[in-house]
């Protein structure tokens, strides 16, 4: 299994810009979950999809973020307009349930 | 609620010391508990899980047992390695098995 693919690894965008977060799960997870790192806050809980629906999307920060699961392996997350202070490593997770999460290798943004 | 608290960092050992990171958590029901670690630039990793009181979860001569009446899941290693070096979390999955809460992450550094 080629475990949770995130991309792109890295993102640089000048702010003002769209930006757009790709993550395909592990195929059979149910559970689908966008994190943001940062050094301030470290690890935060965006928003959660369960059978690709949305399930507690509480943590999305403001109205300039939004994420879809159109299908079972496909998942974006979209920051438009991008401001300075997005910039943070943004991770991917699946699971199934009671079992541990699955991270992606994250996408590093940097809004300048 | 559920939630994690981890002893705060960071912590610093000699090569061969003994390793405790103190995990106590809240949740209602009976939780399954995780442990994660981050490597520099990488992704959280599963370290290792305990589904039940009294469990012993282990992996690369880490440990860790599920402790009800203390609501503790401490991580123990008996002699640390320079390659231990890394941010630790723990976790907690609530009754669905499909929501995990993180701690704050501790972070490691073993000097030779």
């Known amino acids: 299994d080629a475990g949770v693919i995130q991309s792109p690894r890295h993102e640089v965008t000048e702010m003002g810009q769209e930006v757009t977060l790709r993550c395909k799960p592990i195929s059979g997870h149910n559970s689908l979950f966008w994190y943001r790192q940062t050094m301030m806050r470290g690890l935060e809980l965006l928003i959660y999809f369960n059978n690709n629906v949305p399930i507690d999307d509480s943590g999305m920060p403001e109205d300039r973020f939004s994420a879809k699961m159109p299908n079972a392996s496909f998942s974006t997350l979209k920051i438009q307009p991008s401001e300075p202070r997005d910039s943070a490593v943004y991770f991917c997770?699946?699971?199934?349930?009671?079992?541990?999460?699955?991270f992606g290798s994250g996408t590093r943004l940097t809004v300048v | 609620g559920n939630s994690v608290t981890q002893m705060e960092g960071p912590v610093t050992l000699s090569e061969e010391a003994f390793l405790t990171i103190n995990c106590t958590y809240t949740a209602t029901g009976y939780p399954s508990l995780f442990w994660y670690v981050q490597y520099p630039g990488e992704g959280l990793q599963l370290l290792l899980k305990?589904?039940?009181?009294?469990d012993k979860g282990s992996n690369k001569g880490f440990e860790a047992t599920y402790r009800k009446e203390t609501t503790s899941f401490h991580l123990e290693k008996g002699s640390v390695q320079v390659s231990d070096s890394a941010v630790y979390f723990c976790a907690l999955s609530d009754q669905s098995g499909n929501q995990f809460y993180f701690g704050t992450g501790t972070s490691l550094t073993v000097i030779p």
């Open positions: 997770a699946s699971s199934r349930q009671w079992e541990g999460y699955t």
């Open positions: 305990a589904t039940k009181a009294d």
